[in-house]
């Protein structure tokens, strides 16, 4: 979706903007990263993916892959849809309540309360990029309602990426300085200035939040927030990537947007096994760019891989929805319906745990 984000004139009053906050408090940031953490840049100082480079997908959705089920309720085909079917829940006790908040929003609650808030984005795109897409008519969603518990005693934000769809300004003017907002290699710089508290994080390091420890891990996709035609784009300066949280012996991890690569593997030979996978199934469908839409979002299919790859005891599918943005997707639950379809093709035993959003489940 970069095209959709390259718009010049905008983008450099958001620069010029940000460098007029001169009365508010500084951030303080705080880089942490171990042996294996620093990734290493190209030459023009971008960085890149663990895996670059083609790819082969071991499974592929080539016929029939968004056909009716009994418990997906539409109002029109695969679009306005709510899912009805009680979901099996497995008995694996970690302690995550994860409530979804719509398209890549997650509110992960451990047992001794300590509230984790993934890519929270509340409303449309941050200011002035809302306004351009809605007077292109497009890029806009139905805003999600959000319960006062998915803002209050928040105890840490943590970010995947850039991407105007994961990272909201207005947010975290909403959330404030109390929470810790953890982010990727050189992401610190893009937070307004409010005496934030910064944990800017390598892949395979890892920080203690009391109890739990939050461990930034590689994910397969790249970055962008600002483009001056002609003059300067910021595409790949800032690291992207996905959490793995620890706690109490059990793991969680929120894979961010990202494609398949082998990097899922990796994660698994750091962490071992994962018992709640919180996996992208959408934003990989496009009529003229498949291949580029595919290599860094995961289709449905991709997701049961990686899953695999991972060893998830469950998981939770997210990216499609209502309150989705719905780029490079078919409607609104065409990624659901391919998933449900691809589930059952591969015959895997792999729990999934179905949820609309604004839901919570306690596993
Ligand atoms: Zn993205």
Redesign the pocket.
């Known amino acids: 979706m970069m095209s959709a984000f390259r718009l010049s004139f905008v983008s450099l009053l958001i620069v010029l903007v940000n460098g007029c906050s001169i009365f508010s408090h500084s951030n303080s940031v705080e880089r942490i990263s171990s042996e294996s953490g620093p990734v290493a840049r190209a030459s023009d100082g971008r960085y890149q993916n663990m895996f670059p480079g083609e790819k082969t997908y071991p499974v592929t959705c080539d016929e029939n892959c968004y056909p009716a089920f009994e418990h997906l309720e539409c109002s029109q085909h695969s679009d306005g849809c709510r899912f009805s079917a009680n979901n099996e829940i497995p008995e694996i006790e970690s302690g995550f309540t994860i409530l979804w908040l719509g398209h890549a929003s997650f509110l992960v609650t451990l047992p001794d309360d300590t509230k984790l808030l993934f890519d929270p984005v509340s409303d449309q795109f941050d200011w002035p990029i809302d306004w351009l897409h809605a007077l292109n008519g497009g890029m806009t969603r139905r805003v999600p309602s959000w319960p006062d518990s998915a803002t209050s005693g928040i105890s840490a934000v943590l970010y995947s990426?850039l991407?105007y769809d994961?990272f909201n300004k207005a947010d975290i003017a909403k959330l404030g300085n109390e929470p810790l907002y953890f982010v990727h290699q050189d992401t610190a710089g893009y937070l307004p200035q409010d005496g934030l508290d910064i944990k800017e994080v390598s892949w395979f390091s890892d920080y203690q939040l009391g109890s739990a420890t939050i461990s930034a891990v590689p994910a397969h996709?790249f970055n962008s927030r600002y483009w001056v035609p002609f003059l300067y784009n910021d595409d790949e300066k800032a690291l992207w990537g996905g959490w793995l949280i620890e706690n109490d012996g059990h793991t969680l991890f929120f894979a961010g947007?990202t494609g398949y690569s082998a990097h899922f593997k990796k994660i698994r030979e750091h962490y071992g096994s994962i018992d709640v996978c919180l996996l992208p199934i959408a934003s990989y469908y496009h009529p003229k760019y498949a291949t580029w839409y595919r290599y860094v979002h995961t289709t449905p299919e991709d997701a049961l891989t990686a899953a695999d790859d991972l060893g998830c005891k469950v998981m939770i599918p997210w990216g499609y929805g209502n309150a989705s943005w719905q780029m490079g997707d078919h409607s609104s639950h065409s990624p659901l319906k391919r998933l449900l379809k691809m589930h059952q093709k591969v015959n895997t035993s792999l729990p999934l745990v179905i949820m609309n959003e604004g839901e919570s489940v306690s596993l």
């Open positions: 990426h991407h994961h996709h947007d």
